[in-house]
């Protein structure tokens, strides 16, 4: 089995290193198999790409390139601060509704790519990310500090949240 790609996915979606214990155990491999692999992504994203493996003791992570900080702080600054967008209150609006959610399950629902605007609630303290012992992912969920600015103790205090929480569409089950 070609583990190559599905680790690719894995390491780009997970926001923190993962062991790789817990690769293998997905996997379903031997350590060679899984160093055999972490070597030809090492090799990929070497040099001049935009993002590199890191590899420290038994875990491994996709970072950015760090010729690129300039580049990357001057996004993130402009991008992190002021009101939130739309992309940024709709996430966080899933999130509230839906969540524990993994960020797979949240660009299902969406339909586009989260990882900077998820970033961004985190940099801000809206959003909370929860490691999962029993899954590879992380999974995400409204903060305290969320709550506090919306005016709520808990998240069944906003408005119609358990018809919008069970709602097909938060499922992936809606029809476009």
């Not at 899984?34 to 996709?62: C, M, N, P, W």
Request: glycine share 6%; net charge negative; hydrophobic share 40%.
């Amino acid at each position: 089995m070609n583990i190559i790609s599905p680790l690719e996915a894995i390491l780009f979606v997970a926001s923190q290193p993962l062991s790789t214990k817990k690769l293998m155990k997905t996997f379903d491999c031997d350590e060679g198999t899984l160093i055999e692999a972490l070597e030809q992504l090492s090799q990929k994203y070497t040099g001049a790409a935009g993002i590199h493996l890191v590899q420290q003791e038994d875990a491994v992570q996709f970072v950015t390139n760090p010729s690129y900080a300039n580049y990357v702080d001057t996004f993130v600054k402009s991008d992190a601060w002021g009101e939130l967008t739309k992309a940024q209150l709709e996430t966080l609006t899933v999130i509230a509704y839906r969540g524990p959610i993994t960020r797979p399950e949240l660009e299902e629902i969406r339909g586009v790519n989260c990882a900077i605007i998820l970033r961004n609630l985190m940099m801000r303290g809206l959003v909370e990310e929860v490691e999962d012992k029993k899954s590879i992912l992380s999974s995400y969920h409204i903060s305290i500090k969320a709550l506090q600015e919306l005016g709520i103790s808990s998240v069944e205090e906003l408005p119609d949240f358990k018809k919008l929480s069970a709602h097909p569409h938060f499922d992936g089950e809606a029809e476009a």
